[in-house]
């Protein structure tokens, strides 16, 4: 069974900036899509944004222009560059595998405070 891990979560003040990277273990990330979500406190796990194996990419609106995913396949990893961060992106971040998915990391916490 594989595993995700991501990291680079943290706190931001802002219109700053983080790059979030969520490795993947006992699996070949390669074989598969790799999706966004975030959960902000109290509230629902919404996508953000998906980089299918073709490296076709897809955003939610509120990401477009701001954020940018990518995959390293030789890392067996993926990215999510985020920038100009407001209070409104403080969240639980977690990556996915898959479509349905068959592996999710726990999430790296995102607060975006002065």
């Known amino acids: 069974q594989g595993q995700l891990v991501e990291s680079g979560g943290g706190l931001v003040q802002p219109g700053g900036s983080l790059n979030l990277s969520c490795v993947a273990s006992?699996?070949?990330?390669?074989?598969?899509?790799v999706a966004w979500y975030r959960q902000p406190p109290g509230g629902q796990r919404e996508f953000v944004a998906r980089i299918a194996r073709s490296g076709y990419i897809t955003y939610v609106d509120f990401a477009k222009g701001r954020f940018v995913i990518s995959r390293d396949n030789a890392k067996n990893a993926a990215y999510l560059q985020m920038n100009a961060l407001s209070p409104e992106d403080t969240a639980t971040y977690l990556c996915s595998a898959g479509v349905p998915v068959v592996a999710w990391g726990r999430g790296t916490q995102v607060i975006v405070s002065s």
């Open positions: 006992g699996m070949d990330l390669s074989n598969w899509g």
